[in-house]
C-alpha cells in the first residue's frame, strides 16, 4: 500500500487574501495548508456558520483509493496548545500539541488513519474468504 491522494483539479487549497479575517487560526494556517497543500488535500475552513480547519485524508489501495477518515485541528487554547483529532468510524484520537510539533502531528494522525483502514481491510478480507 502507499500512502497517496485523490487530487481533483477542482479543489484547491484555499490562498487566503491579506484581508481576509482568520480568526484564531492565523498563526497555524500557514502549517496546517502547507502540510495540506504539499499532500494534494483540501482544508475546509468552514461548517455551517463556524470557522473550522477540517481534512479528509485518502489511502490508495492497489489502482483505487478510499478515504481513511478525517483530521481536523482546534485553534490554540488558552495555554497555547492545539488540539488536534482523527476520526474514522468508530476509531477515534484526540491529542493537544505546542504549535512547533503540529507537523508532526499530522503526519502521525495521517499514518494512524492509514493504519487502521489497513486493520479494517484486513479483518473484512479474512471474514469474506470462503472456509475449507
Same mark, same amino acid.
Given at each position: 500500500?502507499?500512502?497517496?491522494?485523490? !487530487?481533483?483539479?477542482?479543489?484547491? !487549497?484555499?490562498?487566503?487574501?491579506?484581508?481576509?479575517?482568520?480568526?484564531?487560526?492565523?498563526?497555524?494556517?500557514?502549517?496546517?495548508?502547507?502540510?495540506?497543500? +504539499?499532500?494534494?488535500?483540501?482544508?475546509?475552513?468552514?461548517?455551517?456558520?463556524?470557522?473550522?480547519?477540517?481534512?479528509?485524508?485518502? !489511502?490508495?489501495?492497489?489502482?483505487?483509493?478510499?478515504?481513511?477518515?478525517?483530521?481536523?485541528?482546534?485553534?490554540?487554547?488558552?495555554?497555547?496548545?492545539?488540539?488536534?483529532?482523527?476520526? +474514522?468510524?468508530?476509531?477515534?484520537?484526540?491529542?493537544? !500539541?505546542?504549535?512547533?510539533?503540529?507537523?508532526?502531528?499530522?503526519?502521525?494522525?495521517?499514518?494512524?488513519?492509514?493504519?487502521?483502514?489497513?486493520?479494517?481491510?484486513?479483518?473484512?478480507?479474512?471474514?469474506?474468504?470462503?472456509?475449507?
Amino acid at each position: 500500500m502507499r500512502h497517496g491522494i485523490a !487530487v481533483n483539479a477542482l479543489c484547491r !487549497v484555499p490562498r487566503f487574501r491579506q484581508d481576509h479575517p482568520m480568526g484564531d487560526y492565523k498563526a497555524i494556517d500557514p502549517i496546517v495548508l502547507g502540510w495540506a497543500e +504539499a499532500r494534494g488535500l483540501h482544508v475546509y475552513t468552514g461548517h455551517k456558520q463556524n470557522d473550522v480547519r477540517s481534512i479528509t485524508i485518502y !489511502v490508495w489501495f492497489g489502482a483505487r483509493h478510499e478515504s481513511t477518515g478525517h483530521i481536523w485541528i482546534d485553534p490554540k487554547n488558552e495555554l497555547g496548545l492545539i488540539g488536534a483529532h482523527a476520526a +474514522a468510524g468508530a476509531f477515534r484520537f484526540d491529542d493537544a !500539541v505546542p504549535p512547533e510539533k503540529l507537523l508532526s502531528t499530522l503526519d502521525a494522525l495521517s499514518d494512524r488513519l492509514a493504519e487502521h483502514k489497513q486493520r479494517t481491510e484486513a479483518v473484512a478480507q479474512t471474514s469474506i474468504s470462503p472456509r475449507m
